[in-house]
């Protein structure tokens, strides 16, 4: 399975995903492969409203249109997929102690390194577009925004990356791993990701839906993309906004 990849590059935009969003909405005739790249996003958007800093030219920032034609029951699979290309991508730079941490932040050790923000647009019960949209740090190694946690490559290895080349590298290995979609065993992306997973099987401190802050032990994820956290009175699953990390 090969992705027809068209990027753009533009210096500024608000948010790349918001511009290939409005471009798959007005224009109904892009293709799988299509996408942005920008220099700088004066609204770069991050999950759970928060904003994504990117120093200018620093970064990649990035977002494309698949149309995987998952039904929406399995939508966590493509977000899987995307997090274990990062991972993958990160491995080959010889990087250690990549975790993915759930649903698809992508953490170096306790630090975050990539973020993905996915947008679905469906049609009936599947997906017909999604706009997959990626933060990389590469060279920034200062960060001023109250973001947690960040890291880059170049604050991990000290060396310099060039952009572009790194944007090939990266969906080289998604399109490697998008293929997994489409095969009828799909324990793979699965069994990956969990062998990945931030804090698997460590007793941690999360905060519930109330921020009240409770013991557990991550043992993994269920199809829907829930988190199974095991706790006294057994398993039980979270949602994405039923649960926060404690890091
Ligand atoms: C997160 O971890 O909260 C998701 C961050 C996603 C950031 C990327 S940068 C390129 C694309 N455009 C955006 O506005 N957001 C995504």
Redesign the pocket.
């Known amino acids: 399975m090969d992705i027809n990849w068209n990027i753009d590059y533009v210096e500024e935009v608000t948010?790349?995903?918001?511009l290939v969003y409005r471009s798959v909405v007005t224009d109904p005739s892009l293709t799988e492969g299509y996408g942005v790249s920008a220099g700088f996003?004066s609204?770069?958007?991050?999950?759970?409203g928060?904003s994504?800093e990117?120093s200018k030219n620093q970064n990649l920032?990035?977002?494309f249109l698949l149309k995987p034609g998952l039904p929406v029951s399995r939508q966590f699979l493509l977000s899987q997929i995307i997090s274990l290309a990062i991972a993958e991508y990160l491995v080959d730079h010889d990087i250690d102690g990549v975790k993915i941490k759930w649903p698809n932040?992508i953490y170096v050790g306790d630090r975050?390194i990539a973020?993905?923000?996915i947008q679905n647009i469906l049609q009936g019960r599947a997906i017909r577009n999604s706009i997959i949209?990626?933060?990389l740090n590469l060279n920034q190694t200062e960060f001023y925004s109250d973001a947690p946690n960040p890291i880059s490559l170049k604050a991990i290895t000290g060396n310099e990356y060039v952009i572009q080349t790194e944007c090939l590298l990266l969906l080289d290995t998604i399109t490697k791993n998008y293929t997994e979609l489409f095969k009828v065993r799909k324990a793979k992306p699965q069994n990956m990701y969990r062998f990945l997973l931030y804090r698997l099987n460590e007793k941690a401190t999360f905060l519930d839906k109330e921020n009240l802050p409770f013991e557990g032990i991550i043992k993994g994820v269920d199809d829907q993309g829930n988190l199974e956290v095991e706790r006294q009175h057994g398993i039980e699953h979270f949602g994405f906004k039923e649960i926060k990390y404690v890091i």
């Not at 948010?15 to 918001?18: K, L, M, P, R």
């Not at 609204?43 to 759970?48: M, P």
Request: charged fraction near 30%; aromatic fraction near 4%; proline fraction near 0%.
């Open positions: 948010s790349t995903n918001d996003q609204k770069g958007r991050g999950e759970r928060n994504w990117s920032l990035l977002s932040d975050k973020g993905i923000l949209g990626i933060g």
